[in-house]
């Protein structure tokens, strides 16, 4: 069987743009995370504390499935000769602790950890739509 570059190339933007996909919706997610998360900060309550928590288990699923999209787009990606590795970390100790110890400190720490998650999310994206441009003119 031939190698067609042309083919696999296909195949390595499919995977990136699904990727992409999955990062988006990891991105919303975790800004509709955010705000409710300054609402906790300042009184929320039970209410917030539970809508943020709702929206961070579903971006930690969507990063979830951007880890999984990610590695294929790398197999993908060896296929057209670009080697390229980027992995999410999903932990999620503080979210426990949140519900369970609500106040300022730990809403603040739990605050603290869906920024940093939107930051990982926001160079993962960049990185992607950087290597699909690579792709796109190969």
Known sequence: MAYDLQKEKREAIEAGEYALQCLYAAADYLDSARNWGFLDLFGGGLISSLAKRSKMEKAKQCMEDARYALRD???????????????????????????FFDGFF???????????????????????EEVLDQLRRI
């Open 73 to 99: 787009f790398s197999r993908e990606l060896k296929d057209v000769s670009i080697a390229w590795d980027l992995d999410i970390v999903t932990d999620d100790f503080l979210s426990f602790a949140d519900l």
């Open 106 to 128: 730990v809403d603040w720490m739990v605050q603290d950890r869906i920024n940093r998650a939107a930051e990982q999310v926001e160079q993962a994206v960049y990185r992607v």
